[in-house]
């Protein structure tokens, strides 16, 4: 059984920053592209930020610069760092992975159970 298990979100004022972090555990061969989404409410989930094992990144355009997204393959983790927040930046933000839980498995699809960011004008 894997598992994604985000923390760190919360409420914060525009202009503060908050740290997320997803911790991937359970039967967990490899771990290709790690990524976070968000959804606000009324609209569509939308890609944030996302990096492959390598460490190559990918920024939504309105986050580019502010968020910054890391991950640690030793403890099959991932972060996002986001920086002089915005109430548009409010919404559930979701840790999504692509992982192999069998050697030469398919690579599969999982979420994590979303975490709440508030930003107060």
């Known amino acids: 059984q894997v598992q994604l298990v985000e923390s760190g979100g919360g409420l914060v004022q525009a202009g503060g920053s908050l740290r997320l972090t997803c911790a991937a555990s359970?039967?967990?061969?490899?771990?290709?592209?790690m990524a976070w989404y968000r959804q606000a409410p009324g609209k569509q989930r939308e890609l944030v930020a996302a990096?492959?094992?390598?460490?190559?990144?990918n920024y939504a355009d309105s986050v580019k610069g502010r968020f910054f997204i890391s991950r640690d393959n030793a403890k099959n983790t991932v972060y996002l760092q986001m920086n002089s927040l915005k109430p548009e930046d409010t919404a559930v933000y979701y840790c999504?992975?692509?992982?192999?839980?069998?050697?030469?498995?398919?690579?599969?699809?999982?979420w994590g159970q979303g975490t709440q960011v508030t930003v107060s004008s």
């Open positions: 359970g039967s967990i061969v490899s771990i290709d592209g």
């Open positions: 999504n992975a692509d992982l192999r839980v069998r050697w030469y498995g398919p690579t599969l699809e999982y």
């Open positions: 990096i492959t094992s390598g460490g190559s990144t």
